[in-house]
């Protein structure tokens, strides 16, 4: 079955830029009815969407964080990656990745997440 | 603050009936389709309800989606102690062109 998993650094510095990868096992990330997303959940809190990729390159963003990220994505290696510039403490989360469905707008499945430590 | 809201949290016994509410607006819930998801604790969201009504394969038929206007509910049926955990609701905001979430529930199981 479909699986995703987060890699990246754990610790990264304030002001310094979050780079996190998605690897997509179990099926083609070039498929037409998804996007690949990328969702965040601070320690305690609750769930913020940042943003997804189609397959071609086309995105979303949370207007929110629209200003400092980035999301590509790499069909050659079936993976997609999310960069977060200039962060802060209130960046510190646990990052996970999801497929979403177009139109409908579900996420599923979830990879299992990595947290994300903005700290010096 | 979150776009959509939900009550923080919900408690009911082992056995009875649960139901959270998700509150939105024309821009979200009234014109797009609402997803929950299930959050046990130091795991990551599962998808529990899709497409307002939906449930994927697994998900047993105690969880239930419905949705009205700009309102959608998840109702829990024989509550179980494993039922603990955080839901959220989901959809799309046209106004946003973004994913956005309620604030989350916690239902505890007494």
């Keep these: 079955q479909l699986q995703l998993q987060e890699s990246g650094p754990g610790l990264v510095k304030p002001s310094e830029t979050l780079s996190l990868t998605c690897t997509v096992s179990g099926g083609s990330i070039s498929s037409s009815s998804y996007y690949w997303g990328w969702i965040r959940q601070p320690p305690g809190k609750g769930l913020e969407w940042i943003g997804s990729i189609f397959y071609s390159g086309s995105t979303y963003y949370n207007p929110s964080l629209k200003s400092r990220v980035t999301i590509s994505v790499d069909t050659s290696k079936n993976q997609f990656s999310l960069k977060l510039s200039s962060v802060t403490a209130a960046d510190t989360a646990v990052y996970y990745c999801a497929r979403q469905t177009i139109y409908y707008n579900w996420l599923d499945p979830w990879g299992q997440g990595t947290l994300v430590t903005v700290s010096s | ?110």
């Design chain 2, 1 to 110: 603050q979150s776009v959509l809201t939900q009550p923080p949290s919900v408690s009911a016994a082992p056995g009875q009936r649960v139901t959270i509410s998700c509150s939105g607006s024309t821009s979200n819930i009234g014109n797009n389709y609402v997803s929950w998801y299930q959050q046990l604790p130091g795991t990551a969201p599962k998808l529990l309800i899709y497409e307002n009504d939906k449930r994927p394969s697994g998900i047993p038929d105690r969880f239930s989606g419905s949705k009205s206007g700009t309102s959608a509910t998840l109702g829990i049926t024989g509550l179980q102690t494993g039922d603990e955990a955080d839901y959220y609701c989901g959809t799309w905001d046209s106004s946003l062109s973004a994913v956005v979430f309620g604030g989350g529930t916690k239902l505890t199981v007494l």
